[in-house]
């Protein structure tokens, strides 16, 4: 385990993000393809009251720059303005504000330019889907910047979930192409969970082990988390439920973690090897399910936050589980303990993204959807192990039956040996018998 997360964090680690040059927080933009990340010239204010307007931020907000090249926001509900100076020295007038970062509840743009002020968008995870504001699910604002002038941007955020603002400028073409990249890749994540769960959903209908089910379950509900969190859930499938847009990655991750302890005490037949096993059980589903009542009821903050521990806790817990029953001899335990490993791995390396240990980039913004793909292949390997195991022992339990039958039928014909024999003595006693009487007659 520690040497599967040294080495995500290695690889983490040396993929360098796209930074912009340091210096005063004005940013010139002379036209460039894209102009890396702009955190470090990015003015921050924190709205604790949330009920401040842009005019108001504009003229009274104490920015204080981010000093990093993606700002990390935290969890919070206060509500979170950044400001950015752009001077424009390129030809085009309306390049690409992209804003890296889907899982936002809110986000309004502003830009400010000779004292006139123009709205840009109004978007966000709990805001109907605006299709002429946001045509993908990653967030790109064409902005108005007037050549040879300088246009303050103002961005309004507001999320009760972790909030990075990894922001940069662009170009049409460059953010078109950046974009299906991204779907290409999503796109392949999808199919390679989506053939896992067919083949594991044939093997079911084959030998009707329910395990099978539940890893099938289990593979989907890994697949709709992961894409939550990409933003492709919310805006493909989900894009006029503003509640299940918002809350969709706490209530699958809680489904999903639930689901992995029912798949997990089934192929690995842990009820009758842990004897804590099921109490433990029963109160994470019950925590889990109270985080998705407290979504509902209006306490959405409360309950991501508690979502996390849990989720983080019974998993940690099912890995302790799975060392336990590797070091017994257990075979399945073994695919089980690697397949997890890796899963873990990748959450442990988003979250260290999240607390700003490792620095945020294309990797490590992506370590949960790799370490996933890695989990479900590497489970249905084990899935397959185990298809051999039962053969195995079908063919034994068929070659122990077979060698019964066989001895049962030697034995058959030994006691049909004895019993014609003592027929033969039984009917030459009788004979004799007969003899003896037909001559005991002669006499008298």
């Not at 907000?61 to 206060?78: Q, R, T, V, W, Y």
């Amino acid at each position: 385990m520690r040497a599967v997360i040294a080495c995500l964090v290695i690889l983490a680690t040396a993929v360098p993000g796209m930074a912009s040059q340091p210096g005063n927080d004005l940013v010139v933009y002379r036209g460039e393809p894209y102009t890396g990340w702009l955190g470090r010239q990015t003015g921050v204010f924190v709205d604790s009251t949330s009920t401040m307007e842009a005019r108001e931020v504009l003229a009274n907000g104490d920015f204080a720059m981010a000093g990093k090249e993606i700002p990390n926001l935290g969890i919070s509900a206060s509500t979170t303005w950044l400001r950015l100076r752009i001077m424009n020295n390129g030809t085009s007038t309306d390049p690409v504000l992209l804003l890296q970062y889907p899982e936002v509840e809110e986000v309004d743009v502003y830009a400010v330019s000779g004292g006139t002020m123009i709205a840009v968008a109004r978007v966000g995870q709990r805001r109907a889907l605006d299709l002429s504001a946001q045509s993908t699910p990653l967030y790109g604002f064409r902005v108005p910047l007037p050549k040879d002038q300088s246009t303050t941007i103002l961005i309004r955020l507001r999320s009760l979930k972790q909030l990075h603002a990894p922001i940069a400028i662009c170009d049409q073409t460059y953010f078109q192409n950046y974009a299906t990249t991204r779907t290409f890749w999503i796109g392949a994540f999808i199919g390679i969970m989506a053939v896992m769960g067919l083949y594991n959903l044939f093997v079911f209908f084959s030998i009707k082990d329910r395990s099978y089910l539940l890893y099938v379950i289990y593979i989907g509900l890994v697949c709709l988390t992961q894409l939550s969190f990409l933003g492709t859930l919310g805006f493909e499938l989900l894009p006029y439920s503003n509640w299940l847009a918002t809350n969709s990655s706490l209530v699958l991750t809680c489904a999903t973690a639930i689901v992995a302890g029912e798949f997990m005490g089934r192929f690995l037949q842990v009820r009758s090897k842990v004897a804590l096993y099921v109490p433990v059980r029963i109160l994470a589903i019950l925590v889990l399910l109270s985080c998705v009542v407290m979504a509902t009821v209006g306490l959405p903050l409360i309950g991501y936050q508690l979502a996390q521990a849990a989720a983080g806790s019974y998993a940690v817990y099912q890995l302790w589980v799975a060392i336990v029953l590797h070091r017994r001899g257990a075979r399945e335990a073994s695919f089980f303990l690697l397949a997890w490993s890796m899963f873990l791995a990748g959450v442990i390396l988003f979250v260290l993204k999240d607390k700003d240990i490792i620095p945020y980039n294309a990797l490590s913004n992506y370590t949960m959807p790799i370490g996933s793909v890695a989990e479900v292949l590497l489970l249905s390997f084990g899935l397959a192990d185990r298809i051999n195991i039962l053969r195995r022992e079908k063919e034994r339990s068929q070659a122990d039956a077979l060698s019964m039958a066989q001895e049962n039928e030697r034995i058959i014909r030994e006691q049909n040996v004895m019993l014609e024999s003592k027929v033969q003595e039984r009917t030459k006693e009788l004979q004799e018998s007969n003899d003896h009487l037909k001559r005991t007659q002669s006499q008298l």
